[in-house]
């Protein structure tokens, strides 16, 4: 009890974690913790690991090499169902994990599976949020693709995780949704859960995340603080990344503070505005 004792702050911890799927190492000597309540950025080349990482947090993946301990969990010792409880899982291409023939059962199914009560009342109140209450009896598969992405979204938070992993998000989504998605960062980010974004798009890291953990051939380069991070031009340079736009604006215009989002720019530019004499 002592044992597990260390780990109850820490939503994950993995200790020397190798994973390989035939010949090649995927991910290699892999440290990492996480604590409750932290939103981080998981970056690297496409092929560097992140969903294979991701797919160990889950447990759909058990390691060759090293541990993975989730809320305390040893993850090789449980089943990837009583993981799914613990751990969303927003897939890559989320169309992909939709399954039932009403939306209503879609946003159900995992609640049924896991006997949890007020299933009617949950659906009702997560279709609201997600803007599908007058979608509930139609079939996923007849609905837009933003839609559809909508559904497996609500699907995933209706079950109330405490870990969220969001594999790509923002890729193939239209302009609603990426703004519904900010909301709903913003939101998870309050009720204290711990994220992992998984994501090429630098905009929505720098501004939903607070650290940065980047993937390289299956090693991790980087762990640390975002503003460390977006201010190491070789380290992006090397990530094949580009700075977010904003940090492009401040950088070119000599700004001294590290802005994250539009707001905290404007406020700067305010304040950093002198009087033309
Ligand atoms: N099911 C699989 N079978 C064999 N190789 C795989 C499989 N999934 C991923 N890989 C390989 O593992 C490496 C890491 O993949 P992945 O974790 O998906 O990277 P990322 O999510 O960073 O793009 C890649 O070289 C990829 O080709
Ligand atoms: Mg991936």
Not at 4 to 15: E, H, L, Q, R
Not at 86 to 99: A, D, E, K, R
Not at 125 to 148: H, Q, V, W
């Amino acid at each position: 009890m002592i044992f597990w004792g260390i780990y109850m702050k820490k939503a994950i911890v993995i200790n020397n974690l190798w994973s390989k799927y035939d010949e090649n190492w995927v991910l290699k000597n892999i440290y990492l913790k996480i604590y409750r309540g932290e939103s981080v950025g998981l970056v690297g080349p496409t092929g560097s690991g992140k969903t294979t990482l991701a797919k160990h947090i889950l447990g759909l993946l058990k390691p060759i090499k090293g541990r993975v301990i989730v809320d305390g969990i040893d993850v090789s010792k449980t089943s990837a169902s009583k993981m799914a409880r613990i751990v969303g899982y927003l897939f890559q291409n989320p169309s992909h994990q939709i399954f039932s023939e009403t939306v209503y059962d879609e946003i159900a199914f995992g609640l049924k599976n896991f006997g949890i009560k007020n299933i009617d009342e949950r659906v009702r109140s997560m279709a609201e949020t997600m803007g599908l209450i007058d979608k509930l009896e139609e079939s996923p598969f007849n609905l837009s693709i933003g839609e559809r992405e909508r559904v497996a979204i609500a699907s995933i938070l209706v079950l109330d995780p405490k870990i969220l992993i969001l594999d790509e998000p923002t890729i193939g989504q239209d302009y609603k949704n990426y703004i519904l998605l900010k909301f709903l960062l913003n939101r998870l980010r309050e009720r204290g859960k711990t994220i992992i974004l998984i994501s090429h798009d630098m905009e929505l890291i720098l501004e939903h995340c607070d650290r940065i953990i980047a993937l390289k051939n299956g090693e991790k380069l980087y762990d640390g603080d975002i503003k460390i991070f977006f201010n190491n031009a070789f380290l992006l340079k090397n990530l094949n990344l580009d700075l977010p736009p904003l940090l492009k604006f401040s950088k070119k215009y000599g700004l001294n503070k590290f802005v994250r989002n539009i707001d905290e720019l404007i406020k700067v530019l305010k304040n950093e505005a002198r009087p033309i004499c």
